[in-house]
């Protein structure tokens, strides 16, 4: 019995030895360091690597933002603090209202904004309470200061403010909606009382003067005077009527040289106008070659170019486009003769300015026509209200080219 007992306690000291030996093997080193280095990757990744999952992003948060309007982004709006989800719902605000940029300014306690002339800080202020009641937040004070024309708006909860909204009256800005030039063909033919309510007009139009009539360059030297724009009103063939044959016309069976000589008389008889555009033409404007030389000659003389697009195949706008003229094409022709009533122009009008909405722009030509300035009497200030900027074709041309 004693051997066996002894042969058994042998067995487990040569296990246990065994054991010890196995390690403290060098293989077993290894594999007890590849561990720990395993464990010193995942303690790093979990800390400082892993993406969070709490919280919005604040590099796409457009509350931190303010060069990212909020309506570009949508966020979850419960995810926000509170003073977070008052600025978001004031800069909605300023959205729905078509604020600018520049007119508003921003940090985590004050939001200060510019308010157009079109706009009654009351109506603004009041929209901003019902926004907030929706939010469960309250309007702490409101106060308007009037010699200051200022308004100012404390929203809080529980008697805490939150965050504070001043809203500066400021008569010299407005809505921007998109800016449009008019120009006024034909002068040239007669000076009367509808010239001369043009040529006074309140607001930017454009004259197109049609060289070599009667009328032409005193009526170019008033409309100078007067501070509008001037245009040469360039005649070129047309495909069907019989455009005025003056030094200044322009024919299909022309050479290169007689085409360029009388654009360049066109250039040198009115030196302050700022450009040309096409009286007639659907013959000349859908001749690329012609087209070419014409848009040469202009950009050596620095002068823009209007395609009038008296017909859908022209290439004149395509061609100054090519050759890096300044240039536009026509967008709307405001009448289709002298006697069209005051509706059928405001529709004209009102079609502009969604073209103008849609693009920034707009670019319309009309007659001196006595309709067609009483409508442009009564119409553009409204339009000017309501955010359009109206200027001479060169600010349109040189600001979208």
């Given at each position: 019995m004693s051997k066996k007992k002894n042969k058994k306690k042998s067995y487990r000291r040569k296990t246990k030895r065994s054991k010890n030996r196995s390690s403290s093997s060098p293989l077993w080193n290894v594999f007890k360091l590849l561990l720990l280095l395993a464990g010193v990757a995942f303690i790093i990744y979990h800390f400082f690597f892993r993406p969070m999952e709490t919280g919005p992003d604040v590099?796409?948060?457009?509350?931190?933002?303010e060069d990212i309007r909020p309506a570009e982004r949508k966020i979850d709006v419960s995810s926000l603090s509170d003073p977070e989800r008052i600025r978001y719902?004031?800069?909605?605000?300023?959205?729905?209202?078509?604020?600018?940029?520049?007119?508003?300014?921003?940090?985590?306690?004050?939001?200060?904004?510019?308010?157009?002339?079109?706009?009654?800080?009351?109506?603004?202020?009041?929209?901003?309470?019902?926004?907030?009641?929706?939010?469960?937040?309250?309007?702490?004070?409101?106060?308007?200061?009037?010699?200051?024309q200022k308004s100012t708006v404390r929203i809080g909860e529980k008697g805490e403010v939150l965050h504070t909204l001043i809203l500066k009256n400021d008569a010299s800005i407005k809505k921007f909606k998109g800016k449009i030039a008019i120009v006024i063909d034909d002068f040239g033919y007669s000076e009367n009382e509808s010239i001369n309510r043009i040529l006074n007009a309140p607001f930017p139009l454009t004259i197109a003067i049609l060289p070599g009539l009667a009328k032409s360059e005193a009526l170019y030297q008033k409309a100078n005077e007067?501070?509008?724009e001037t245009i040469v009103h360039l005649p070129m063939e047309a495909l069907e009527d019989k455009v005025e044959y003056t030094d200044y016309t322009l024919y299909s069976n022309m050479t290169e040289e007689e085409i360029r000589q009388r654009v360049r008389k066109a250039i040198i008889d009115f030196p302050a106008a700022k450009g040309i555009n096409n009286h007639m033409g659907s013959s000349v404007t859908q001749n690329e070659q012609i087209m070419k030389t014409v848009?040469?000659?202009?950009?050596?003389?620095?002068?823009?170019?209007?395609?009038?697009?008296?017909?859908?195949?022209?290439?004149?706008?395509?061609?100054?486009?090519?050759?890096?003229?300044?240039?536009?094409?026509?967008?709307?022709?405001?009448?289709?003769?002298?006697?069209?009533?005051?509706?059928?122009?405001?529709?004209?009008?009102?079609?502009?300015?969604?073209?103008?909405?849609?693009?920034?722009?707009?670019?319309?030509?009309?007659?001196?026509?006595?309709?067609?300035?009483?409508?442009?009497?009564?119409?553009?200030?409204?339009?000017?209200?309501?955010?359009?900027?109206?200027?001479?074709?060169?600010?349109?041309?040189?600001?979208?080219?």
């Open positions: 590099s796409t948060n457009p509350v931190q933002s719902a004031i800069r909605e605000l300023f959205n729905k209202y078509e604020f600018r940029e520049d007119w508003i300014s921003s940090n985590t306690e004050v939001t200060t904004a510019r308010m157009p002339q079109d706009i009654p800080s009351i109506v603004f202020v009041r929209d901003v309470m019902n926004e907030m009641d929706d939010l469960d937040y309250t309007i702490i004070n409101s106060t308007e200061n009037l010699s200051a007067a501070g509008k848009c040469d000659e202009l950009k050596k003389n620095n002068f823009y170019f209007i395609d009038s697009k008296t017909t859908t195949e022209s290439v004149a706008f395509a061609t100054a486009r090519k050759l890096r003229l300044p240039s536009i094409e026509n967008n709307i022709f405001l009448e289709r003769d002298r006697n069209d009533n005051e509706e059928y122009l405001q529709k004209k009008l009102t079609a502009l300015s969604k073209i103008a909405e849609k693009r920034g722009y707009a670019l319309a030509i009309g007659h001196p026509y006595e309709n067609t300035i009483d409508v442009l009497l009564k119409m553009v200030p409204q339009m000017e209200n309501d955010g359009f900027d109206f200027v001479p074709v060169s600010e349109l041309i040189y600001s979208t080219d």
